[in-house]
């Protein structure tokens, strides 16, 4: 039980560091896949994280907060420090930003401007399913972050690997 407990406390205080760092303007960068120990998990394996830099400030914020979420476990309606919904993950990386967005994939995928899938930028949310149920943040390369189901952690994965896309939104 100790175990648990420090895990979920070093958790919780990854996601406050990691929050105090965002609003401090200070960007992280993406952990090498090597250092990604233990991330599995939704549907498409472990994938490296993207190397590809964000195009704005707010969006590597957002990028690097989702990412130091990995290995938090889903939790329906949980919007963090240590579990998260799919958009309670997206809400809570673009918050470190400092960027309020709306609550649910639902709401989420009429915010900001559309965005092709060839034009995705690190920092895009991709939706999936009709009507809308699921979210992700692109993280270039080809890959996602997103916390995808009941009994999965927030993950990796490669953006093909998810099924039924339905669209993508540039919130900076």
Same mark, same amino acid.
Do not use: E
């Given at each position: 039980? $100790? &175990?648990? =407990? &420090? ?6 205080? =990854? ?9 401090? *303007?200070? +960007? ?13 998990? *939704?549907? @498409?394996?472990? +994938? ?7 195009? $704005? @400030? ?29 958009? *309670?993950? $997206? ?7 400092? !960027? %309020? ?33 699921? !979210? @992700?943040?692109?993280? @270039?390369?080809?890959?996602? +972050?997103?916390? %995808?189901?009941?009994?999965?952690? !927030? %993950? +990796? !994965? ?5 099924? %039924? ?8």
């Amino acid at each position: 039980m $100790t &175990t648990a =407990r &420090t895990s979920t406390s070093r958790r919780s205080f =990854r996601g406050i560091a990691v929050a105090a760092i965002a609003g401090a *303007g200070i +960007v992280l960068s993406p952990l090498p896949a090597s250092a990604a120990a233990g991330d599995s998990g *939704g549907g @498409g394996g472990t +994938v490296a994280a993207a190397p590809a830099a964000a195009a $704005t @400030g707010a969006a590597q914020t957002a990028v690097d907060t989702a990412l130091a979420q990995r290995g938090d476990m889903y939790l329906y309606g949980a919007t963090g420090p240590d579990r998260f919904d799919c958009s *309670g993950l $997206t809400s809570f990386a673009y918050k470190a930003a400092g !960027v %309020s967005i709306p609550r649910t994939s639902k709401a989420q995928s009429t915010f900001g401007a559309p965005v092709s899938k060839a034009n995705l930028q690190p920092g895009d949310l991709v939706f999936f399913y009709s009507p809308v149920s699921h !979210v @992700g943040m692109y993280i @270039g390369n080809g890959q996602m +972050v997103h916390s %995808s189901s009941a009994g999965k952690p !927030v %993950s +990796v !994965v490669s953006l093909d690997s998810m099924p %039924s896309y339905a669209g993508a939104r540039r919130v900076v």
